[in-house]
C-alpha cells in the first residue's frame, strides 16, 4: 500500500543542486565500474552501491516532478 505525504519543503532556484555531489557521483560510479567489471565486492561496497544509486534516483525523481510542476504551473 502505497503512501502520500504532502510536506512544504524550500527549494534551491537551481534544480542541478538536486544530484549527488560531486564527491559521492565519482564514488558511486567507481563501485559501479567495479561491479561491470567482475571485481569483488565487500557487502558493505554493495550497501553503499546500493543506497548512493537509491539516493540518485529519489533526487532525479523530486528534479522531475518539480520540473514537471513547473510546466503545469506556467501553463495555468
Known amino acids: 500500500m502505497s503512501r502520500q505525504i504532502l510536506l512544504d519543503v524550500e527549494l534551491p532556484a537551481d534544480l ?4 549527488l555531489p560531486h564527491a559521492l ?15 569483488e565486492m565487500s557487502d558493505a561496497e ?5 543506497g548512493l ?3 540518485a ?7 522531475l516532478r518539480i520540473e514537471n510542476s513547473d510546466r503545469k504551473g506556467r501553463a495555468n
Open 25 to 39: 557521483d565519482r564514488r558511486l560510479q567507481a563501485l559501479l565500474d567495479r561491479q561491470d567489471q567482475g571485481d
Open 53 to 55: 544509486v537509491n539516493l
Open 57 to 63: 534516483e529519489f533526487l532525479s525523481l523530486l528534479r
Open 46 to 50: 554493495r550497501s553503499e552501491a546500493e
Open 16 to 19: 542541478d543542486q538536486l544530484r
